[in-house]
């Protein structure tokens, strides 16, 4: 069989000589030759050109679940480059990716302030963001990990269902390396699970980012299962850091959701976090050791003597103490690793054991038979979830609003506890959503109605009886989580009601407090602080002069 030619075409020669072109006929075929190439050479690039076209819009259409497509906006253009042109981290950093991260740095740290101690703060934790994210990058997986959980942060702050199923695809890509990594790792490799706690807290993070409650609960199973053996030696973990977020983030879950955290507490600060006073008298050794020039004025602490419970006095005496240095702390740079930190980890512990003891109060009370609304169950269960709302609110650790006064109905939209500021404000601000991620009032406002409705008939028979400042105290603590509430104008149609506004003045009158200087000396023996919840008294003479009140 005679081979086939490896083409086949037809060639047009052009022999130029002296008068070759002269001849019409001639003239017309080179031309004719001309043009037809020339057609054909631009049909060829228009095809490629359309196919190139189709395959970017195919690409395109298969990276939506990988990459997030933003609308065209001054942010977008502004943002549409390579941070990372070289590859140089192990993910792509696409503009979507450079976007995540600008809106996490720029929105969510905090502002610099005007005082030195405000700057150096702000510095020190942008610093730190910086380190983090570099940190994860290094990693794929715990890249992967991160950006979900920035992107579930923001999905629920815009509202947006692409942000979503991007926070979803970050995950499913952790999950499956994860998978992969946990496979391969020997049995030797167990001494120190950093990297797989690590990675484990990120995916826990961004759970209670996208408000994923039933995975959170999972993940955090998981970690006490690496942390707490049963019959085996705990691991060794010398972060503090990873310690404290991952206690902070399985906080956050079991508040928002009012149930059991997932560790033991006890065990687990003594294991991990063994540095943080347990007792007044550990708290004041730490004082002097740091403050040695403040010994001399420790602070006088003032509770009721109603207050016989050796876990709230413990609880309310600490948080006194930490309104008292907190200041101090803040202003000396030099405390930042050391008293801020023990500090702040404590509130986190006291958040935990308090919802912790909500869970067993309320459990043990829903088991009477038959129901007794004076058992002290019922009145320890409504003093763990105020306390827990208090240290959370007066901690910053609850993203509720500044109250208004009476009259001011107008809020600034916040984003977590920090203002946007930057260049992605307008976008922000302009958005309908704008939901708070880590806002536990709403579920603590609800449970604490319930019980001080239940106990309330029995309550007000023994209105003469001392411990019914528990009661006006709770009540107080309810009204401003109320006040604090997007929405909230004194009605009862608005935010979250204003029952507990109402039952706190009425309470107040039983027991003959009708002007805000009595009850506000009651209240200073629990937890107060007059710059926290500075609505309140407008709002307790508002209610009070509203008919039936006065």
Known sequence: MPRAPPFQTTLTFVVRTQNSLKDPLEKSTVNSHIARVTHERRRKKEGARQKLVRVQEQESDSDDSSSLQLAASPYQLLGSGRADPFDSQSVVINASVDW??????????????????????ALAWNAQFIQDVSFALQDECLAYAYLSRFAAILSTILVDNRLKILALTYKAEVSSRLRLRLR????????????????????????????????????????RCLLQPEGKPVPFLENRRLVRSILWQDTQRATLTLTRTSFE????????????????????????????????????IVLDEVLQCRDFRLMFSETKLY???????????????????ALATRSILMQAHLVNKYTTFKTEADGLDPPDPSNVLHRHAFMSLATLYWIRFACLHE???????PGEWTRAPFIGRQRAATALKPLILETA?????????????????????????????????PETKFRLWALYVGAIAEQAQDGFDGTEEKAHGNW????????????????????EDK?????????????ARKWFVWFQSKEGFS
């Open 265 to 300: 507490l006890d065990q687990f600060v003594r294991h991990f976090l063994p540095e943080i006073p347990k007792s007044m008298d550990e708290w004041y050794d730490l004082l002097d050791d740091l403050l040695p020039s403040e010994g001399s004025g420790r602070p006088t």
């Open 399 to 405: 993203n509720s609003l500044n109250p208004n006064s």
């Open 323 to 341: 309104f008292s240095t907190i200041k101090v702390a803040v202003a000396n740079t030099t405390l930042i690793n050391d008293l801020t930190f």
């Open 523 to 535: 209240l200073k023996k629990f937890l107060y602080v007059e710059h926290i919840g500075v609505g």
């Open 433 to 465: 959503g704008n939901s708070l991620i880590y806002g536990a009032g709403p579920g603590i406002i609800r449970a604490l109605r319930q019980i001080m409705t239940y106990t309330k008939e029995y309550a007000m028979s023994m209105v003469n009886d």
């Open 500 to 519: 507990h506004n109402i039952e706190f003045v009425q309470h107040a009158g039983l027991m003959g407090l009708y002007q805000w200087e009595e009850v």
């Open 184 to 223: 391969a790792q020997r049995p030797s490799d167990y001494g120190n699970i950093e990297s797989i706690c690590w990675l484990i807290y990120s995916l826990l993070a961004a759970d209670v980012a996208a408000q994923d409650y039933a995975a959170a609960s999972l993940h955090g199973k998981i970690l």
């Open 100 to 121: 995540l991260l600008s809106f996490v740095r720029d929105c969510l740290m905090p502002p610099t302030g005007k005082s030195v101690a405000q700057k150096q703060r």
